[in-house]
């Protein structure tokens, strides 16, 4: 069974496996394949040709917080949803979330692995590698064609430059040109 909300379009040629659920306001373009599992919450748009494989949850809230006057932690509300370019690969047990007010955005051709964590108000560049278990944290952007190794992690607010390869392990705390 596969439960789908409103105001959902579908392209052709799209192939949506069982155990699918999808928000409301999402588009999928045509001759894209969702596998069994997958969540898309509400405000995705996926574009033409991208492999959303199994479990991944896209547009889920964020990690996002403020404290209080007493310092308890109140959630803050992540409304932006999630923008996927074409061509794109969403690996197993991964999870895209939702940017708090403009989208989270995955650019065309980036490939993304299983187990990867892409945190709320990222923008993620074209043809970019991001390999197992990497962690991006809220307000990345990383630019076109970098690479990220296995186990890496990016602080908050970075920014990393076109073509940069990120080695496994590394942990990411100041610009990379």
């Known amino acids: 069974a596969m439960h789908v909300g409103d105001d959902f379009k579908l392209g052709e040629n799209t192939f949506i ?3 699918v659920i999808i928000g409301n306001n999402v588009s999928i373009g045509n001759s894209c394949i ?16 991208t492999v959303i494989r199994e479990h ?8 996002g917080f403020e ?5 308890i932690p109140i959630r803050i ?13 969403i690996g ?3 999870t895209i979330c939702a940017g708090t007010i403009e989208p989270t955005i995955i650019e065309d051709y980036t490939k993304i692995d299983d187990h990867v964590h892409i945190a709320h108000n990222c923008h993620i560049g074209s043809k970019c590698l991001i390999t197992a278990c990497a962690e991006v944290s809220g307000s990345v952007r990383i630019e076109d064609e970098t690479w990220l190794g296995p186990q890496s992690a990016v602080i908050e607010k970075t920014h990393i430059g076109k ?12 610009r990379v040109e």
């Open 67 to 71: 404290r209080d006057e007493e310092g």
């Open 77 to 89: 509300p992540h409304l932006g949803g999630v923008v996927i370019g074409r061509d794109v690969e």
């Open 56 to 63: 991944a949850v896209i547009g889920g809230d964020g990690f």
């Open 17 to 19: 496996a069982s155990q």
């Open 34 to 49: 969702i596998k069994a599992g997958a969540i898309i919450n509400d405000n995705v748009q996926i574009g033409d040709g």
């Open 163 to 174: 073509k940069c390869l990120v080695g496994i392990g590394a942990i990411v705390t100041r």
């Open 92 to 94: 197993a047990f991964t």
